[in-house]
């Protein structure tokens, strides 16, 4: 069973089940794992995803179901990448403190409105879904795609834009580091965003470290996260 928070309108098509929407906090997973019989549970959320991380260790936890997180490694800064790191969406807004520039906002969507406090730039956004409601940024662009995308249109997205710094999230793995590769090739200066702390667990890197330890208890390749 895959589990959906619900925040794309039509998200690919998956052949297992799924369903979509909150358990209503610790309890409502416990309550879930054990009406469900649920025997493992793989978190394999997005590394910014720290409530349901810790909802999911949590309410395994009280349901005694074995847990196992599946990540991507983080980036790490190589030659050429001029990043400003921050621990947070808070460290990145005063990071961007001083004269207008032009900034992509890699971030999705739903931090985008803590940026109002740094309203002298002009944004270029990139989300899945047509917004509601228009972000709450004086100057932007609003693109509307649906990635995995390749470090060349994301470079030629960043000239044709004239953009001067990228913010993102440190979401690490190969999935979403075009924009990381195409800032670094144009010379751009990236605040990164830290990952947020996680709970003790049980991490891997791959999918079939995942399936070893469902069917032998044991992962190969396993990382105690920290
Ligand atoms: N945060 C990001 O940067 C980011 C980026 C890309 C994708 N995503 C994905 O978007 C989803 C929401 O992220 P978030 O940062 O809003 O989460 P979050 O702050 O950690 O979780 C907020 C609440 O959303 C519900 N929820 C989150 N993930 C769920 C899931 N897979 N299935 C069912 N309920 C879920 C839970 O509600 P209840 O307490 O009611 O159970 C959770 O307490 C996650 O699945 C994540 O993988 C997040």
Do not use: C
């Not at 098509?13 to 793989?42: C, I, K, N």
């Not at 002298?120 to 228009?134: A, G, N």
């Amino acid at each position: 069973m895959l589990s959906y928070a619900g925040r794309t309108a039509a998200p690919a098509a998956q052949a297992s089940p799924v369903r979509v929407g909150g358990f209503g906090g610790v309890a409502g997973l416990a309550t879930y794992l054990r009406d469900e019989r649920v025997t493992h549970l793989v978190d394999a959320t997005h590394p910014f995803a720290a409530q349901m991380s810790a909802h999911a260790v949590a309410a395994a936890g009280h349901a005694g179901v074995p847990l196992i997180a599946l990540t991507r490694p983080a980036w790490t800064s190589v030659a050429g990448d001029r990043w400003t790191r921050v621990a947070d969406v808070t460290g990145a807004v005063a990071a961007l403190a001083g004269p207008a520039r032009r900034v992509m906002l890699a971030l999705g969507r739903m931090h985008v409105a803590a940026f109002a406090a740094q309203p002298q730039h002009h944004y270029l956004l990139r989300f899945v879904d047509e917004p509601d409601t228009l972000p709450p940024l004086p100057h932007h662009d609003l693109v509307i795609e649906r990635g995995p995308f390749d470090e060349d249109s994301d470079r030629r997205l960043m000239f044709d834009h004239r953009i001067d710094l990228v913010v993102a999230k440190n979401a690490g793995g190969s999935g979403a580091s075009a924009k990381i590769a195409a800032a670094r090739a144009l010379g751009l200066g990236v605040v990164m965003i830290d990952r947020p702390a996680m709970p003790p667990r049980i991490e891997v890197h791959d999918v079939a470290a995942v399936f070893d330890w469902i069917a032998h208890g044991v992962p190969s390749g396993i990382q105690r996260g920290v």
